[in-house]
């Protein structure tokens, strides 16, 4: 049964996590297409031609698609509750001689698990381009400063999505809802960072750390709370 279930949500959020996918290796497609293209017009360059810099600026590629996914990992966590309010399946779903301790689990598993995909290829992405630098340990020092800066938005955003999807009756809804809370709260944060005299006072360095840190806890903050709240309401209310 609980097999099933697994296979249930994932049909939920399959379009979601295959327009996800799609979004994570644009960047690098249209990179390698626009190289690909360029070289047509170059008689000398061999139009297969693989060197470490191209190999580089794929990786880095590959990054900027893991930002883009962003945009829709709330998606793909709301689509597990809200969709099930929408379709009108919570109800079946009660009627099953299944807990609801397990089903909460099954959706949660198969969230972690998608979630997880864009988030271990920008780690792979992001370790790999770091020892193309001159200096491996400045360059892995960034890489993952950056990639931790990358995970603690998208699993905000991500926990914010699965909190409005317990409480709104659309996924769309649900999602809009986690994206326009984040880019206002980092905005806000944005200006406080440009308007209060002790923190203009700072190095821009100084300034540009504090910021990128404060904004990471921000929304690492928002992923705990969102996950555990979306969790708790999911398993004290009346129905899904």
Not at 23 to 34: D, I, T
Not at 42 to 56: C, I, Q, Y
Not at 129 to 148: V, W
Not at 163 to 171: A, G, K, V
Request: hydrophobic share 55%; proline share 4%.
């Amino acid at each position: 049964m609980f097999l099933t279930l697994l296979r249930k949500d994932w049909r939920l959020a399959k379009p979601a996590f295959l327009l996800m996918v799609v979004l994570f290796f644009v960047p690098a497609s249209v990179g390698v297409a626009v190289t690909a293209y360029a070289r047509i017009f170059e008689d000398k360059v061999p139009l297969l031609r693989f060197s470490n810099d191209d190999f580089a600026d794929l990786l880095s590629l590959l990054v900027g698609g893991g930002w883009l996914c962003i945009f829709v990992g709330p998606a793909v966590a709301a689509c597990q509750f809200a969709r099930e309010r929408r379709e009108r399946t919570s109800e079946f779903l009660g009627a099953l001689p299944v807990s609801r301790g397990r089903i909460i689990r099954s959706k949660a598993l198969t969230t972690a698990c998608m979630l997880a995909f864009p988030l271990l290829l920008c780690f792979l992405a992001s370790i790999s381009a770091s020892t193309s630098n001159h200096n491996p340990f400045d360059g892995r020092t960034q890489a993952l400063s950056m990639f931790g800066l990358l995970s603690a938005i998208f699993l905000g955003v991500c926990g914010l999505g699965w909190l409005f999807s317990c409480i709104l009756s659309s996924e769309i809804l649900a999602t809009t809802a986690a994206l326009l809370v984040s880019a206002t709260l980092a905005f806000k944060i944005y200006l406080v960072f440009q308007v209060v005299p002790s923190l203009k006072a700072l190095s821009p360095m100084q300034r540009e750390l504090t910021l990128t840190w404060t904004i990471a806890v921000l929304f690492a903050c928002f992923a705990i709370v969102g996950f555990i709240a979306g969790t708790i309401i999911a398993s004290v209310r009346r129905t899904l």
